[in-house]
C-alpha cells in the first residue's frame, strides 16, 4: 500500500450558505455567465463563436469572396480541382520524383479549401432546421384545436 | 446523417483513396533498371548457356500472382477514386440551397403565423375548460337529484 498525499480541502465557499434557509438573500448570488473572451488551462476561448476565415489559418483561399457565395458551383469546380491535382501528382511521381512536395501541397490547399466552404454551410443548415422546427410546432399546435374542435 | 456530414464524409473517403493508391503503388512497385550496365533486376538470368542452367532457373521463379495485381490494383483504385467523385458531385446537386435573406423571411413569417395559431389555440383552451365546468355542474346536479329520488328506499 503505498501512501499518497490526501485530495485538497474543497473551496471554503459553503460558509458563505450557512443561513440560506432562513434568508436567502444573505448569500452571494452565483456568478454571472462570461461575456468576451477567457482564459482556461492557459489558453485564452472567446465566447463569439465563429468560423476562423482562412486567412487566419495562412490558408490561400481559392474560390472567391463575396456576400453571395454559389456554393454549388465552388464545390463543383474544387472538387474537378482535386481529380486534376490527384492525377497530376500521380505524373510528377513516375517522371520528376523529387519534385511532389509542391504538388501534394497544392492538394492540401485545396482539401482545406473545400472543409472550410462545407463548414461555412452549416449556419444556413442550422436557419434550415429553425424554419422545420417552426414548421412543425405550428402544425402540432393546428392539430391541437382541431382536436378540441371535435 | 445530414447532408453537410455526409459530404464532408465523403470528402474524407476521396482522400483516403487517393493516399491508398500512392501508398499502395510506392510500396508494391518493382524495382526499375538504372543502366544497361547493371543487370535487369526483373529479369536476373537472361542467357541460359546450357540445359541445366534452365533447370536451375526453374525453382527460383517468381510466384505469379504479385505481377497480375500491379496491372489491376491500379485500374481498381482509381476506378474508386471516380466513384467517390462522383458521389461527391451527387450530394453536391442535392443540397437543398437558399438564400439567407430567403431564410430570415421564411423565420419571421413563421414566427408570426405561429403567434397567430398560439393565441387561437389559447382561446380553444379555455371555451373547452368553461365548457368542461359547466358539464361537470350539470353531472353533479344530475347525481345529486338521483341520489335525492332514491332516498325514500
Do not use: W
Amino acid at each position: 500500500m503505498a501512501t499518497s498525499s490526501a485530495y485538497p480541502p474543497p473551496p471554503p465557499f459553503y460558509r458563505l450558505y450557512k443561513d440560506y434557509e432562513q434568508d436567502p438573500s444573505s448569500a452571494p448570488e452565483p456568478p454571472p455567465p462570461i461575456d468576451g473572451e477567457y482564459m482556461i488551462y492557459g489558453l485564452q476561448h472567446t465566447t463569439d463563436e465563429v468560423l476562423p476565415s482562412l486567412e487566419k489559418g495562412g490558408i490561400r483561399q481559392l474560390y472567391p469572396e463575396g456576400p453571395n457565395i454559389d456554393f454549388k458551383k465552388e464545390l463543383r469546380t474544387l472538387n474537378r480541382e482535386l481529380q486534376l491535382h490527384i492525377l497530376e501528382l500521380a505524373d510528377i511521381l513516375v517522371e520528376r520524383p523529387s519534385q511532389y512536395a509542391h504538388r501534394v501541397e497544392d492538394i492540401r490547399i485545396i482539401f482545406k479549401n473545400l472543409h472550410h466552404l462545407l463548414n461555412s454551410l452549416r449556419p444556413h443548415q442550422a436557419r434550415a432546421t429553425l424554419i422545420h422546427m417552426l414548421e412543425s410546432q405550428i402544425q402540432r399546435r393546428k392539430q391541437a384545436i382541431e382536436d378540441i374542435k371535435q | 446523417m445530414d447532408i453537410i456530414t455526409q459530404l464532408q464524409e465523403q470528402l474524407n473517403e476521396m482522400s483516403v483513396v487517393a493516399f491508398n493508391t500512392f501508398g499502395t503503388l510506392q510500396r508494391d512497385a518493382p524495382p526499375d533498371r538504372l543502366s544497361s550496365s547493371y543487370p535487369d533486376p526483373l529479369n536476373p538470368n537472361p542467357n541460359p548457356k546450357t540445359e541445366e542452367d534452365a533447370k536451375t532457373q526453374q525453382p527460383p521463379a517468381p510466384p505469379q500472382p504479385p505481377t497480375l495485381d500491379l496491372a489491376e490494383q491500379p485500374k481498381a483504385m482509381s476506378h474508386a477514386l471516380v466513384l467517390a467523385a462522383k458521389k461527391f458531385d451527387a450530394l453536391v446537386a442535392a443540397l437543398p440551397l437558399s438564400s439567407e435573406e430567403d431564410q430570415l423571411k421564411r423565420i419571421q413569417e413563421l414566427q408570426a403565423e405561429n403567434e397567430i395559431v398560439g393565441l387561437e389555440l389559447q382561446k380553444q383552451l379555455e371555451a373547452a375548460e368553461l365548457e368542461l365546468k359547466q358539464v361537470e355542474a350539470l353531472f353533479n346536479e344530475a347525481t345529486d337529484n338521483c341520489i335525492n329520488l332514491k332516498k325514500p328506499d
